[in-house]
């Protein structure tokens, strides 16, 4: 086995169904197997993904456990010296998987590495990012980020500031895709499950590069993400109103706690070309 594909479906199964089968579609020079951990859907996605896909398998659980741990049990169940978290609403385009597991395969100390993400109109999606700091959540979340200091704060942070044509090493990137090296994993460790849902992507990539593996963005690799941000609405009186929103600030607050009085990691902004 060499690619192990895992999957976190909630209440999803329509686009689980096109992500696994945009999966299937490709002609892959490696064996692939695919997991679905199914955080207790109240739509048919469990009976619907075990019906028309029997060769893959779904873990079906009786609550929702949380993004984090989803991906672990998932690990748990993967084969692969390579794994790929993928999101339902992933669409997987030609040459992505080869592209990846090459680049991984010349590069022995990428840990985890992120294809390009574009939205369905081929536009570019920001899916590679430096690492948060609590002014980047204000500016955010609140008019500040209007100012010229927020405007550069969040451009910084969303490294719209560099070149998304070449593969180069970041801080940390979006959970949607990624693609880690069992090895790695094996030493680093699963998603950390304090976070329900959000910060488990940058928790995981923080921990990468302290144990001296590198987070990598490849553009040379695309997938096509449904994405929306629905913790975006509401600024910081989403809290109130959206439940999202709640969920990515308690999980902000973790994060800071988690790394309080600790330095970031050493990692590196060279900009690397495929070989």
């Not at 993967?78 to 992933?90: K, Q, R």
């Not at 488990?200 to 941000?229: I, K, N, T």
């Amino acid at each position: 086995m060499k690619l192990s594909i895992i999957i976190i479906n909630y209440n999803s199964g329509a686009l689980t169904r096109a992500c696994i089968a945009s999966i299937l579609q490709q002609e892959l020079p490696f064996t692939v197997e695919i997991i679905v951990v199914d955080n207790a859907s109240a739509d048919e996605s469990v009976s619907l993904l075990r019906d028309e896909f029997p060769d893959i398998t779904v873990i079906a659980n009786d609550q929702n456990r949380g993004f984090g741990a989803g991906v672990n049990q998932g690990l748990t169940a993967a084969h692969g010296s390579y794994i790929l978290i993928l999101n339902p609403d992933i669409v997987v385009l030609p040459e992505a998987l080869p592209r990846m597991v090459q680049y991984m395969n010349v590069h022995p100390d990428i840990g985890v590495l992120g294809a390009q993400l574009i939205y369905p109109n081929g536009h570019l999606q920001y899916s590679c990012f430096r690492f948060y700091t609590p002014m980047t959540i204000v500016y955010r979340r609140t008019p500040l980020g209007r100012l010229r200091s927020g405007r550069q704060a969040v451009l910084s942070f969303l490294m719209q500031d560099v070149d998304h044509q070449n593969p180069i090493d970041v801080d940390w990137l979006m959970g949607s895709c990624l693609l880690l090296r069992a090895a790695a994993v094996r030493k680093v460790g699963g998603m950390d499950e304090r976070f329900f849902m959000y910060f488990e992507d940058v928790d995981w990539c923080r921990r990468m590069w302290e144990f001296g593996w590198r987070v990598v963005y490849f553009p040379h690799a695309q997938l096509s993400h449904y994405h929306q941000r629905s913790s975006d609405h509401g600024g910081l009186l989403g809290v109130f109103t959206n439940w999202t929103v709640r969920a990515h600030i308690t999980s902000a607050l973790k994060y800071f706690w988690k790394y309080r009085g600790k330095k970031l990691p050493h990692r590196t902004s060279r900009q690397r070309t495929l070989l």
